[in-house]
């Protein structure tokens, strides 16, 4: 209804209501409602971009996983079948799960955390290779497994929990700066008030630390501390 005044300033706005011999009180309302519609188009814009930050962490490493595949697949020396095999296999599992996450990554409705958490997925879904039930998984590992070895070739592993470049060292370098945050926090409230919980949190935070600062490159990082495996 008032679209056409969206694109103006306030000042603008006034200006032009004001020709238009309205009452102030109309006046007052239409302003009203124009700044809620900016309002609300300013939020969506917000929504849908972190949105689309989420689902490029998980589409980023599929499909860059996928490409590898592909490669790895054409390069095929011996000619070994059940190589091809396998790749095909890995290659078709990708691709599907890249045309079925793309839909949702388009829409932007809603995050990958929020259908994972409806699907009751491992992880909240958080890598692609959570979306891959195990019944799955698993014939596929046994066919990269049983590929004859070549002596100095590095042996394909499927399904691993990687990520690009680019997206490793962002979430390191957020997961880093966050933990260290929460461990200073809590230093502070056990200075103040110090019980064996906020002591034993303390220790498990300050041992994630040092793994998190350890993670090697290409490797998934989780989004909090409390997703590192100290065991």
Request: net charge positive.
């Amino acid at each position: 209804m008032y679209e056409s005044y969206l694109r103006l300033t306030a000042n603008q706005l006034h200006a032009r209501l004001s020709k238009r011999k309205l009452h102030p009180a109309e006046i007052n309302k239409i302003k009203d409602d124009v700044a809620q519609m900016k309002e609300n188009i300013r939020v969506d814009k917000i929504t849908r971009a972190n949105r689309r930050k989420e689902w490029t962490k998980v589409l980023a490493p599929l499909r860059y996983e996928l490409n590898s595949a592909k490669v790895g697949r054409a390069y095929n020396g011996d000619k070994c079948p059940h190589r091809i095999e396998a790749f095909d296999a890995y290659i078709a599992v990708m691709e599907k799960l890249n045309a079925i996450l793309s839909r949702p990554a388009k829409l932007l409705e809603k995050t990958p955390i929020q259908i994972a958490m409806a699907k009751n997925l491992p992880n909240n879904g958080e890598h692609w290779t959570d979306w891959i039930p195990e019944r799955i998984k698993q014939p596929i590992h046994e066919a990269f497994a049983e590929i004859p070895h070549k002596a100095k070739a590095k042996r394909k592993v499927p399904f691993l929990r990687t990520v690009t470049p680019d997206l490793h060292t962002k979430a390191k370098e957020r997961l880093l700066k966050k933990t260290q945050k929460e461990i200073q926090t809590l230093e502070t409230r056990i200075l103040m008030h110090p019980t064996e919980e906020r002591t034993a949190q303390l220790a498990q935070m300050q041992a994630a630390l040092k793994i998190i600062e350890g993670i090697e490159d290409g490797v998934f990082v989780p989004a909090s501390w409390r997703g590192i495996a100290l065991d």
